[in-house]
């Protein structure tokens, strides 16, 4: 059974990550785990272990699970199959990497974000180190979102890896039997010939591809077509292996859409680093 990782601090900002996942639960065969990172306390007394000074981690579960239990009462849903755990860190971001390593079962993180700006954008958040970081595709969920049927994806690719992305996108847009749109932006959309594209799968895609303007950013015209297409979840690959001072450019897409989602998003890593050839 598949799993789907849900960090939460307890927190309204957290609930639209928890509302999405169990959104999803409630359409497929999958486990949800929800997850809190206890903060570790340097020790002061040489003869306490530091990763439990100052934490009741029973106290802790009991809390966790409780919140959960309130979140499943305000959706009005039955709870399926979940688990609550609690672990500890000094950052909450690579403490849930740690634990993705140690549990295979582990599919997708679900994670909302509120944003954010200045030095903390730069420096990161745990959701955007989540999505640099995590090999695992993690959802990012606006902190307002609310339950609504899963009814159309689109997929923003860049179309160098597409035979490969595209199995990827399927394995989480099958289920639902959604709409899936692909997206891409180019500016010379007339040199483009989709049927390479669409003969590469048997689930039916509709293609769009648009004319960019090279006086606008590349994310503002994406936003412009998520706004026109209106997706149930919108679909992003990343490349993680790029140097801090690449990061620090906000034309590093999935990263900065991470701190403004107007829709629930799936990101993925891509795992060749280079360009591949597109289809002919």
């Keep these: 059974m598949d799993t789907i990782l849900v960090p939460t601090d307890f927190s309204e900002n957290a609930k639209g990550g928890i509302r999405f996942a169990i959104n999803i639960a409630a359409y497929t065969d999958t486990r ?14 040489p003869n306490m272990s530091y990763e439990h000074f100052g934490i009741n981690k029973d106290e802790q579960s009991l809390s966790l699970k409780n919140f959960v239990e ?12 979940y688990d609550c ?25 679900s994670i909302s974000t509120r944003g954010a700006s200045g030095l903390s954008r730069r420096l990161g958040t745990n959701t955007g180190n989540l999505v640099t970081k995590s090999c695992i595709p993690v959802f990012v969920v606006p902190t307002n979102y ?16 597409y035979k490969r992305e595209i199995q990827e996108v399927l394995t989480f847009v099958e289920p639902f039997k959604a709409n899936l749109d692909v997206l891409h932006l180019t ?17 039916p895609v509709d293609f769009h591809i648009t004319k960019k303007d090279i006086l606008q950013p590349f994310i503002t015209q994406l936003l412009k077509e998520v706004e026109r297409l209106k ?11 790029r140097s801090f001072l690449e990061k620090l450019f906000p034309s590093i897409l999935a990263e900065e859409l991470a701190f403004h989602p107007k829709v629930p998003m799936l990101i993925f890593s891509k795992i060749k680093e280079t360009a591949g050839e597109p289809i002919s």
């Design 32 to 45: 949800l785990l929800f997850i809190y990172v206890a903060p570790i306390v340097y020790k002061t007394d």
């Design 70 to 81: 309130a979140c499943y009462q305000e959706m009005g849903v039955k709870p399926k199959s």
């Design 85 to 109: 755990t609690v672990i500890s860190g000094l950052r909450a971001d690579l403490a849930l990497l740690r634990f993705c390593t140690k549990s295979t079962d582990i599919t997708h993180i």
């Design 146 to 161: 609310r339950p609504t049927p899963l009814k159309s994806v689109l997929y923003a690719s860049d179309l160098q890896d």
């Design 187 to 203: 500016s010379t959309p007339e040199d483009i010939s989709t049927a390479p594209y669409t003969k590469s799968t048997a689930y």
């Design 231 to 241: 997706p149930s979840v919108l679909v992003l690959f990343t490349r993680q292996n």
